[in-house]
């Protein structure tokens, strides 16, 4: 996910890029407001802590743009991809690194494990919005 702070800086499509570049495939895709009920839902695991009400105050405080990625350790790939949750630890090369400051305001999210991503799909999407497809690329990135 490309939280509000990464569509209103404008960056929506340099991270999109990196998804593609890497040769992840979206599957699915939505720029929409998360509403504050859903939020919670998908954070309900940080619901006891002091950052909660400030962590949904700020990803529904505007657009956020919401992928299905699919690939070989999509998850821990986008994850490495992402970087360090708080910026100042993230590496340069990762979103992260390259364009956050503050833990708040980190710009992207992306699923833990296999069962939070299942989870955080049925959270965001109807299967119908996913697509079920072969890229052209696939026999150059996969041997
Ligand atoms: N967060 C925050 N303050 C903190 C820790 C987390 O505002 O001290 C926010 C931050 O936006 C982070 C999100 O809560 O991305 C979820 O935290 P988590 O530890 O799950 O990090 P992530 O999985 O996003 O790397
Ligand atoms: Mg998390």
Redesign the pocket.
């Known amino acids: 996910m490309v939280k509000p702070d990464g569509v209103q800086r404008g960056i929506v499509g340099e991270i999109i890029s990196r998804v593609e570049k890497k040769g992840l495939k979206i599957v699915a895709l939505r720029m929409n407001v998360i509403a504050e009920s859903v939020a919670k839902e998908h954070y309900n695991?940080h619901e006891d802590k002091p950052f909660f009400a400030s962590l949904i105050s700020y990803v529904t405080s505007g657009p956020s743009v919401s992928m299905v990625i699919e690939g070989k350790n999509a998850i821990s790939t986008m994850r490495t991809i992402n970087g360090a949750?708080n910026p100042a630890d993230a590496l340069p090369g990762t979103i992260r690194g390259d364009f956050a400051i503050e833990t708040g305001r980190n710009v992207v999210?992306a699923s833990?494990s296999v069962d939070?991503g299942k989870r955080e799909i049925g959270i965001h999407f109807e299967m119908s919005e996913i697509s079920d497809y072969s890229k052209i690329d696939e026999e150059y990135l996969y041997e």
Do not use: F, I
Request: negative net charge.
């Open positions: 695991e949750t999210h833990d939070s």
